[in-house]
């Protein structure tokens, strides 16, 4: 949470880092701020609100000009959200300006400490304490910034990624981490810092991310100096040339990044099988799992360890493992699992699903999970995150950047990877003959245009929206592979609308929520052909018979659905495996026309934000 971005070098900082800023929103954006070094002075604005807030409020309050600078976009954990407690964070002598992504959790002790030594706070955040007790440092021991910075480190507990400058040296800006993404953009004599590379792209290919307990000096006209935070040692940077391009960032014409990134599916999902899905050779390639096939072969189960939608697509996975390859799989959400003290053997493989890599559930489950001698696989997007990291082997989505907070190509892009993994598991272990198992795979190769056939349904469901905008609740439904799509669909339709919605497997609805049901309430129900569409069939004569409104995702051709439901939406036929990545489609969809026609932020909804980093 939390997103941070710093320039040094030739260029204006104040674009770069607003720029920065906006990219990095996806992080948070309750408040926002920047501090820029002019030449003799530090020019600080800050503000609750978004970037484009900050942007104005700078325009009338601060010179703008600088090369050197940092600025901050919050997610509040420390102090609710308003313009003091808003970075960048000043030292109490005023040379010393910082931003951090974190928590500094013996913050309240520190700053007792620190207050008997004199020194005030004007905020209620742990930051200000953390730059005050640098401060601190640099006068009791005589020490300059960056040995300052690494003492004052090894008092703090908790997690960060901060940046921080001195006016008395405004050739460097130090940087270090512990929990938190940071990556350091390497340009001809200019140096960017940043949450990721989003902020440095357009300027910068080459990259170095710290690892965690790592700092370093970004110093200008030097080569970047990094070192342990813990004991001094010297680490060497890994300079890595990055693929990302500029267009993957941006909207491409579309309203918001979800829509472009709903739309982006069909591309995304044959870029996750691209080099791994072969038909013609009847294979699936995916070197994580040729390297590691005896420890799958011989689990004794699958746990599937993720949050939110990543655990939506857990629970699509623990149907296509058991049900493809017949392994035993639980899932699990990261954040009870880490803390119930679970039977975990050495003969267990876990499989952590995580869209951003940085969840801090999820990488704490991974930690406790290695700890018990568990085999621990990722599956992530984002490439060279804390998770891709921390676990032993994995396969990456490959779904480009994610910027929309409301998961969309994450999901479908987890599924198909998680897919692969399945069906190559089970053809290994002799579950599936060579022309089922070709079957499949052909089948597979076919759900990029299958996607695309489903966004079809676009204007249709537009105008469903309509119908159902002012809402306010929702009933979502589905059997077997698709009850996780209706639970993902009821997350999508809160999380952006705003609109209370549950997800129910579709026989479970006669167990309590049946009493919900009345004229007002839309029930989302997936009835697609195979997968107990008879009973699931009764279930919508059970809610007609109570008057509720019912929308149905159905089979392309069906005919039984059509004649009870209010609304139909089709999607294409396919192996009822690979019907959740269809049937969501749409629902992703109605979430997002619902949200824009009740005014609502669909990139950034309230209290959200995309990478969840405390726990
Ligand atoms: C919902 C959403 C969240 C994330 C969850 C896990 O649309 O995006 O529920 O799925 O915070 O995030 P990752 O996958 O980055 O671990």
């Known amino acids: 949470m939390c997103g941070i971005v710093g320039y040094i070098g030739h260029r204006d900082a104040y674009p770069i880092i607003i720029k920065g800023l906006q990219r990095l929103e996806y992080r948070g954006y309750d408040s926002a701020g920047i501090a820029l070094y002019d030449g003799s002075h530090i020019n600080l604005s800050k503000t609750k609100g978004k970037v484009t807030d900050l942007e104005n409020k700078s325009k009338s309050s601060i010179s703008m000009s600088g090369n050197l600078g940092i600025g ?17 964070h000043y030292s109490n002598s005023g040379d010393l300006v910082i931003i951090h992504n974190g ?5 309240e002790s520190l700053k007792k400490e620190l207050g008997k030594r004199g020194y005030s706070f004007t905020s209620d955040t742990d930051t200000e304490v953390l730059v005050n007790l640098i401060e601190e440092v640099q006068k009791s021991e005589g020490v300059l910034l960056g040995q300052a910075v690494q003492i004052a480190l090894n008092q703090a507990v908790g997690a960060y990624a901060i940046a921080v400058f001195d006016k008395k040296k405004p050739d460097e800006i130090v940087v270090a981490k512990l929990g938190s993404p940071l990556a350091i953009g390497i340009g001809e004599n200019e140096f960017f810092v940043a949450s990721d590379a989003s902020p440095f792209i357009e300027f910068t290919n080459n990259a170095v991310y710290l690892e965690d307990g790592e700092m370093a000096i970004v110093r200008l006209g030097k080569e970047i100096k990094l070192r342990k935070i813990q004991n001094d040692a010297i680490a060497y940077p890994n300079i890595l040339e990055l693929q990302m391009n500029l267009e993957e960032i941006e909207k491409g014409g579309y309203d918001h990044f979800m829509l472009k990134e709903i739309y982006e599916q069909p591309r995304a999902i044959l870029d996750t099988y691209r080099g791994r899905l072969l038909p013609d050779q009847g294979i699936i390639k995916m070197t994580g799992i040729d390297q590691n096939l005896e420890k799958f072969l011989n689990a004794n189960k699958i746990i599937i360890v993720a949050c939110g939608t990543s655990w939506h697509a857990g629970l699509v996975a623990e149907y296509i493992f058991e049900d493809l390859a017949r392994i035993p799989v639980e899932v699990e959400y990261a954040s009870e699992f880490r803390y119930r003290n679970p039977v975990i053997t050495e003969k267990d493989v876990l499989i952590a699903i995580s869209q951003s890599g940085e969840t801090a559930d999820t990488l704490a489950a991974i930690k406790m999970a290695k700890e018990k001698g568990a085999f621990v696989y990722g599956v992530c997007n984002v490439v060279g995150s804390s998770i891709s990291r921390e676990t032993d082997s994995g396969t990456y989505t490959h779904a480009g950047p994610e910027i929309g907070v409301a998961s969309t190509k994450a999901f479908t892009t987890q599924i ?15 579950e599936f003959s ?12 076919t759900i990029p245009a299958k996607v695309e056939k489903a966004l079809e349904s676009n204007t249709l469901v537009e105008i469903i929206a309509d119908v159902y905008k002012h809402s306010t609740n929702c009933l979502y439904l589905g059997r077997g592979y698709n009850f996780p799509v209706a639970l993902e669909g009821a997350l999508k339709l809160k999380e952006i609308s705003y609109i209370h919605a549950e997800g129910y497997p579709a026989a479970e609805m006669k167990h309590g929520p049946i009493a919900l049901i009345d004229e007002q309430m839309p029930v989302i129900v997936i009835a697609t052909k195979k997968g107990h569409y008879e009973k699931v069939v009764s279930n919508i004569q059970e809610i007609k018979s109570r008057k509720g409104k019912i929308i149905a995702i159905v089979t392309e051709g069906d005919e039984q659905v059509v004649d009870l439901a209010d609304h139909v939406i089709e999607v294409p036929e396919t192996i009822e495996s690979f019907t959740p990545l269809l049937t969501t489609i749409p629902l992703q969809l109605l979430s997002y026309h619902i949200a824009v026609m009740r005014d609502c932020n669909v990139d950034q909804p309230r209290n959200l934000a995309k990478s969840v980093t405390v726990e």
């Open 72 to 88: 901050h976009t919050r997610w509040a954990t420390h102090g609710v959200p308003n313009d003091v407690n808003s970075h960048p």
């Open 103 to 107: 928590i500094i959790e013996n913050y």
């Open 416 to 430: 198909t990877v998680l897919t692969l993994m399945a069906l190559k598991l089970a053809k290994e272990k002799g």
């Open 434 to 445: 060579e022309s089922r198992f070709h079957e499949y795979l052909t089948e597979l190769e």
